[in-house]
Structure formats: C-alpha cells, structure tokens
C-alpha cells in the first residue's frame, strides 16, 4: 500500500474494507498535511474542520470495529468547496463581503449525503471568489500553489482551487467541486488529476451557493476515474454502474472547430500522444467539424446566462460592498446589469436550439474527446500583474470545457502527459444523461494511458 498521504480514494477504500488501514490513519495523515508548516494549507482551505473531522473520525472508526459501516467510503477524508452550506457555519464563497452573513442552519444535501455514509469532511477549500474565473487566483484567502514546478508558483486553476491542491498535496482523498464553465475540470487538468462533470440534474444543488443556476453543476475530483464515481456515487440522487468496455469497440469524434485553436505546444503533444495510444489500442477516431462551436462567442456575447444569472443574485450585495469583491471578479458580474428577461428568453431558446443541432452531430460518437484546455498553467504572479494577461488565460481556460457546460453534458478530465511534465488535460464528453457510458469509456481510456 502506498504511503497514506499518495494513496487515490479508490486504494483508501479497499484499505479500509481490508483492516489495513483505518479512519484514524487516514484522517490524521490529511490533517498533518494541512498543517505542513512549509505546506499550502493555509491557502487551500478557508475552513479546516479539525475538531469535528476527528469526532467524525471516532465514530467511523467504531461503526467499522462493530461491523457496521455506512457505505464503503466510510473512514474516507474529503473535502468539500466553500459553496457548499456547513450547518452552522457561513458560506463564503472564498470571498470577504459575505463575512457577516447569518450561518446556515441546515447542510447542502451533498454534505449530508456524504456524512450518511460516512465520509470525514476535513474542511471547506478555497476557490475563485464566487466562483466567477477558472484560473483558481484569490486575493482575499490567497491562491495555492499547482503542485507541478511549486518553485514557480503557478496558477491551480479554478474554481474549484483548493479542491485540486488539498487531494495533490494529502490533505484529503476526493474533493466535491462545483462546475458552471469547467470549474471541475480546469484545476483536474492543470494539476494532474481527474475532475468529473456530470449531468447537472443528477446532484442537487440545495443549499449550493450558485453562480448560474442554467450551468451549474457538481462535481467530483480525485486521482482516477474509479475514485471520481465512487465519490459520484455517493452524493447523486442514482450512482453510475459502469461497464468494461474494450477500445477496439470504440468509435470518438474529435471536433475540429474551435477546441483545437491555439494549443500550446506541450498540450497539442500530449494530446496528439494520447490520439495515437488510443489507435494503437483499436480505438476508432473520427475528425468531425462541429462548426456549431463556433456560434458559442455570438451566443454569450453579451455575457450569457453567467453574468445574467450572477447579477440577479449579486446586485444587492455589489450595491453595498461593491469594494469588498476581487474587482476582476465584480467586473464579470457587472456584465449582467443590461441584461434582463428578454435575454433570458433569447438565451433560452438559443441554446435549445444548439443543443439540438450538436446533439444530432455527435449522437453516433461512443463520446468525443480534446484538451481540457489549451494551455499549461502559467505562473501566478504574471496573472496578478496584468490584467491582460489574466483575462487571456482565463478565456482559454474556459473555452472547451463551457462548451459541455452550454450542451448540458457529461465530461471528465484525465491526465494525459508524460511522467515530470507539465500537467495536460484530455477531456472526453458525451451528451446528457450517457455519464455511465461516458465513465465506462473513460475508464478503458485511463487504462491505456496508465499503460503506455
């Protein structure tokens, strides 16, 4: 077995199920790792739940000597994103304005489904405030550090940032994450992990603080597949039952519009690698146009259901404490104040459209596969310094994964470089509702690069 603080979700499980390992070896090992004086602790978690973890822990640790486990992920540290409600607790959102906010009285329905089976909540994870940018950067809690290259402090990703850095660095097995433009993923990509978005009605969102309810989704990440749907299966309303699927059945498509603009050389390597390991093992792989990718920047240029729906929930706030919010981030909200109803409508009925007319093209494909994102993580201090370039980065980052986001559909990011390289995302995606089928493909995908 490997060393406690280096072991996937999944190895934890079957450790656990064995007597080789237990609640309180697991738990105390992420706690040590949060607290690394040397570490990024402090900067991927808003709030650790030292106390409580340990009382969760006590009492996983009596169910499994009783016999008695709650689920198979009993005894697992997890973590959560700070926009997630905590019984008792204020939501952040990894932003200073909602500091004296009253605290929930309930949980998210998530957070009580992971405590019903047994899962130790370690804490909430820091993240871009409100959620609004994919590069993970936060003035107000400080951005943690991706774990490839430390020494040149480069950008997490985000969202969901902490949630990336806290499973890379020990300080939990599996991370529940939030996805609205790839807020999942992004961070899996970067950081060398795999992030799933599922179809978004499968995990409610009560008591999720949102960002846009018409794109939002939850979502898992940890180290591999197998570990992602054991999470999944825990806090959806059904869990997936995957199948062995061999490559030499397979038939991807990959899109040649749009997703493939720009890529920097390391990832079109990778990628490209990856393309080939596939064929080597019998895959089929089709280049289709999708030329429908293209009409995503007219759709949302104006700033599409994110600004719309964030100003709904931000223009009381923003009027009050407009100078509390990371001004990068307030900027994005703002471009929702010339929006109203009849945008909604618009946006409504073109996206409906859209979908339709994807859904057609790519619906005899087993799932269609690209980078993640375009890009390897850049450093940190480059973004803080210019705007230009954070808005830049942040515009590549999204582009790909949104557009799973805007067809409502499944996706996950696995890693696809060589071993002491900079991180590399492939993505495979599916229509809504094919996450079984599109978790089965991934998991043969995951076998043949693991195995190359």
């Known amino acids: ?222 180290h591999d597949v197998a570990s992602c749907v054991a999470l999944d299966g825990i806090i959806a309303d059904e869990p997936l039952q995957l199948h062995r699927y061999s490559l030499a059945d397979a038939h991807f498509a990959v899109p040649q519009t749009l997703v493939l603009d720009g890529l920097e050389p390391q990832v079109a390597d990778a990628f490209n690698a990856a393309l080939q390991r596939l064929r080597d093992a019998g895959a089929s792989i089709s280049d289709i146009p999708c030329h429908e990718f293209a009409e995503l920047a007219s759709i949302n240029a104006t700033g599409g259901f994110t600004a719309l729906e964030s100003w709904a929930w931000h223009e009381s706030l923003i009027a009050s404490n407009e100078a509390g919010y990371d001004p990068r981030v307030v900027s994005r909200i703002r471009r929702g104040e010339a929006l109203g109803e009849a945008d909604r409508q618009r946006l409504l009925e073109q996206r409906a459209d859209w979908q339709q007319r994807v859904s057609a093209a790519i619906g005899g494909f087993d799932a269609l596969l690209m980078p993640t994102v375009p890009l390897i993580a850049p450093q940190i201090a480059e973004l803080e310094a210019s705007e230009e370039a954070y808005f830049r980065a942040n515009g590549a980052a999204l582009r790909n994964p949104s557009v799973i986001n805007f067809l409502d559909g499944c996706a996950v990011s696995l890693p696809c470089h060589a071993g002491g390289s900079a991180p590399v995302g492939l993505m495979v995606a599916a229509l809504p509702l094919q996450d079984a089928e599109m978790m089965s493909w991934a998991l043969a995908i995951e076998d043949c690069l693991k195995n190359a």
């Open 1 to 222: 077995m490997k060393n406690k603080t280096t072991l996937s979700l999944q190895q934890a499980v079957e450790g656990l199920a064995s007597g080789e390992l237990n609640a309180q070896q697991l738990s105390e090992a992420a706690l040590q790792c949060i607290y690394q004086p040397q570490g990024e602790g402090k900067a991927v978690f808003t709030q650790v739940y030292d106390a409580w973890a340990k009382e969760q822990m006590s009492a996983s640790l009596k169910r499994r000597l009783d016999g008695k486990p709650l689920s198979a992920l009993d005894g697992i540290p997890v973590s959560i994103k700070d926009l997630f409600d905590v019984a008792g607790q204020v939501t952040t959102a990894g932003s200073r304005v909602l500091a004296d906010a009253l605290a929930t009285k309930v949980h998210a329905q998530v957070v009580s489904r992971l405590l019903a089976a047994g899962a130790i909540v370690v804490g909430k994870t820091n993240m871009t405030e409100f959620a609004y940018s994919g590069l993970g950067i936060n003035p107000h809690y400080g951005t943690p550090a991706n774990p490839f290259d430390r020494a040149s402090r480069r950008i997490p990703g985000g969202s969901s940032s902490g949630a990336a850095v806290a499973i890379s660095d020990g300080m939990c097995l599996g991370s529940i994450g939030s996805d609205t433009g790839g807020s999942v993923r992004i961070p899996a990509a970067f950081c060398g992990l795999t992030g799933f978005k599922p179809t978004a009605r499968r995990i409610p969102m009560e008591g999720v603080l949102p960002l846009s309810q018409a794109l939002d989704s939850v979502g898992t990440l940890a």
